[in-house]
């Protein structure tokens, strides 16, 4: 058995055709199945780790299965221009909303998107992950009804000139995300 879809990482509502099939030397295969049809649509409607299982059966009777994992994650829409530098030492304002794959904005206060850790991107060295004024207890971004988005108030204090990355974690999502800003 081969499961070639699904395999890896999906946005949210991306779509997703599933592609596995089944072998047998022997007296050949009676069924091989899933749920969701080889070509069919695989769902992605749901932020998290996911399975995907496969069962065949020859003609004898005999049956086997083959499971899989993939993922599906948030779509991140910066609301920023990541190209314009701030001065070193200012609040970097990151403002994002949690999408969709066709870019539509999920984000709701009931999401937590949680700041892990920041590094300047030529160096690849950890920059300290901080927020001005205590704008954003415990690393959470702050969520602005207003806006309909997530923001951190990113305190650049002893951040040299350079591209940085901000990773964060999104609610369910299993993938540590990232978006880039520049500190001049």
């Known amino acids: 058995m081969t499961i070639t879809a699904p395999a890896g990482t999906y946005l949210l509502g991306q779509m997703l055709t599933a592609d596995y099939s089944c072998a047998d030397a022997g007296s050949g295969i009676a069924s091989c199945s899933n749920a969701v049809p080889s070509g069919g649509i ?3 409607r749901t932020v998290g780790s996911q399975s995907f299982t496969v069962t065949a059966t020859d003609r004898v009777g ?3 299965s083959l499971a899989g994992a993939y993922a599906v994650v948030y779509n991140i829409c910066p609301l920023y221009d990541a190209g314009v530098a701030k001065k070193s ?10 999408c969709d794959a066709a870019g539509a904005n999920l984000s709701t206060s009931s999401v937590v998107v949680h700041a892990v ?3 300047h991107v030529s160096s ?3 920059a300290l992950l901080d927020d001005t004024g205590n704008a954003n207890p415990d690393g959470d971004f702050r969520y602005d009804a207003t ?7 990113l305190s ?3 951040y040299a000139t350079g591209v940085y990355s901000l990773m964060f974690t999104a609610g369910s999502d299993t993938t540590v ?4 800003f520049a500190i001049k």
């Open 156 to 158: 650049t204090k002893g």
């Open 42 to 44: 695989v769902n992605t």
């Open 124 to 126: 690849n060295t950890p």
């Open 89 to 98: 030492g200012s609040a970097y304002p990151i403002k994002l909303q949690l």
């Open 147 to 153: 806006a309909n988005a997530y923001v951190f108030n």
């Open 177 to 180: 995300h990232s978006v880039m």
């Open 62 to 64: 005999n049956s086997a």
């Open 117 to 119: 850790g920041v590094t």
